[in-house]
Antibody
């Protein structure tokens, strides 16, 4: 079975940094594009960032461009997102997910909560 | 404001057929395939439909998707109480962004 396990969430002050990780298993990680999606509790889904299977292509929502960096280590089956200059509005549950759009495989982790607050 | 537009709510009675619509533009739905996700309360989303009308294994055939032009629809037939959830459409956009609809909360009366 496909498993995606996020970690690294927590409380951080505005302007601070946090790195989220997503450990993948149960599928050929190096063959699948990956994504980060966030959700403010009680609100809708917001796509944050995506990365191609080999890491050569990276994509960002305008709301995080220049502040977040997505990366992956295919030798460790792990997806990352480095989040810098965090703002109050970045507070959300962050999900990692496999390919979500074209030819979607659509597997999701359980999410990790990021709270940005002083 | 979401790039893809969905009605915020829908409802039906057990056994009924309901349809959830998703409206986009030429740069997203008009040029790319549509996926649909179901999110039960307190859980992560789950893929229901991909490539406009394909179901992953394990998804009941009560769920069906379609696309026409810049709009897409998810139909649920034989509505059951466990179908009460939030439903999201999703597509890639030519701006190299993923886009979701705002979500439709389905209530089974």
């Amino acid at each position: 079975d496909v498993q995606l396990l996020e970690s690294g969430g927590g409380l951080v002050q505005p302007g601070g940094s946090l790195r989220l990780s997503c450990a993948a298993s149960g599928f050929t990680f190096s063959s699948d594009a990956m994504n980060w999606v966030r959700q403010v509790p009680g609100k809708g889904l917001e796509w944050v960032s995506g990365i191609s299977d080999n890491g050569a292509g990276t994509y960002y929502a305008d709301s995080v461009k220049g502040r977040f960096t997505i990366s992956r280590d295919n030798s460790k089956n792990t997806l990352y997102v480095q989040m810098n200059s965090l703002k109050d509005e970045d507070t959300a549950i962050y999900y990692c997910a496999t390919k979500l759009f074209e030819e979607a495989s659509g597997h999701w982790g359980q999410g990790t909560l990021v709270t940005v607050s002083s | 404001q979401s790039v893809l537009t969905q009605a915020p709510s829908a409802s039906g009675t057990p056994g009924q057929r309901v349809t959830i619509s998703c409206s986009g533009s030429n740069s997203n739905i008009g040029s790319h395939t549509v996926s649909w996700y179901q999110q039960l309360p307190g859980t992560a989303p789950k893929l229901l439909v991909y490539n406009n009308n394909q179901r992953p294994s394990g998804v009941p055939d009560r769920f069906s998707g379609s696309k026409s032009g810049t709009s897409a629809s998810l139909a649920i037939s034989g509505l059951q109480s466990e179908d009460e959830a939030d439903y999201y459409c999703a597509a890639w956009d030519d701006s190299l962004n993923g886009v979701f609809g705002g979500g439709t909360r389905l209530t089974v009366l």
